[in-house]
């Protein structure tokens, strides 16, 4: 077990979100504890491509994963194998890190509990406080326990509700005083491109389908609960 955090951002055609997403963590980061990023980015994405490829030193230590366009379940997961740290978040290139210290407050959050099995997030600007994990942090045991970090065949919406119901039902869902601002266009706060038209905003029947799967999320509350 290590106190490497490990940030896993799919991104796609953004550039400038990366450099603000890079300066947001390096401005508030604690040193205590190291801090990795893992993007994972498209085979088609020339624009991020071109970006990384001219990168002479990331800020933040960086890994890159390159694949096939898939839903964000299967990205983040694909993200997931190159990560080093037993902390995962799941991130978007549109949050930004508002609080000093947060992972050191998460770390310290995180060992509360046995194996780190929890499910810790903040506010993120959009959602009531303690509502709803859309950008959370999760350990490397419970991660391999279910077998992902989000349900791969899961596409931009219903994933974080999955988690966020697995980790209620097993009253490990924390919420923590950490502000992850979520940059997002519904709020007024990017614009509005390519990116959200074929991702968050695309309809998402399927997920809404899984959703609704009760049988298959009591298995995955299960998987959970005989590990605490």
């Known amino acids: 077990m290590n106190n490497v955090t490990s940030i896993i951002v799919p991104t796609r055609k953004r550039p400038q979100n990366i450099i603000d997403l890079y300066?947001?963590?390096?401005e508030t980061r604690s040193n205590m504890y190291p801090v990795e990023i893992i993007f994972y980015v498209d085979n088609d994405d020339e624009e991020s491509k071109t970006f990384f490829a001219n990168q002479k030193e990331a800020p933040v230590p960086t890994d890159i994963v390159y694949g096939d366009r898939v839903k964000l379940g299967s990205a983040y997961n694909e993200a997931y194998k190159k990560c080093t740290g037993d902390i995962?978040?799941?991130c978007a290139d549109d949050v930004r890190f508002r609080t000093l210290n947060w992972n050191f407050l998460v770390t310290q959050e995180m060992n509360r509990f046995h194996e780190r099995v929890a499910l810790v997030f903040g506010y993120d600007g959009v959602q009531p406080k303690g509502s709803l994990a859309t950008h959370g942090f999760l350990s490397r045991?419970?991660?391999d326990t279910?077998?992902?970090v989000h349900p791969g065949d899961?596409?931009?919406?219903y994933s974080d509700n999955w988690l966020t119901e697995i980790y209620r039902q097993v009253d490990r869902l924390v919420y923590i005083p950490v502000y992850f601002e979520h940059c997002h266009w519904g709020v007024g706060k990017a614009k509005y491109d390519e990116t959200y038209r074929?991702?968050?905003d695309a309809p998402h029947?399927?997920?809404i389908d899984i959703w609704h799967d009760k049988e298959r999320l009591t298995n995955?509350?299960?998987k959970i609960k005989s590990i605490l």
């Open 205 to 207: 029947q399927g997920s």
């Open 141 to 143: 045991k419970a991660i």
């Open 154 to 157: 899961i596409g931009y919406n």
């Open 220 to 222: 995955d509350i299960e």
């Open 198 to 200: 074929l991702g968050s």
């Open 23 to 26: 300066q947001s963590i390096v």
């Open 146 to 148: 279910l077998g992902y």
């Open 88 to 90: 995962i978040m799941y």
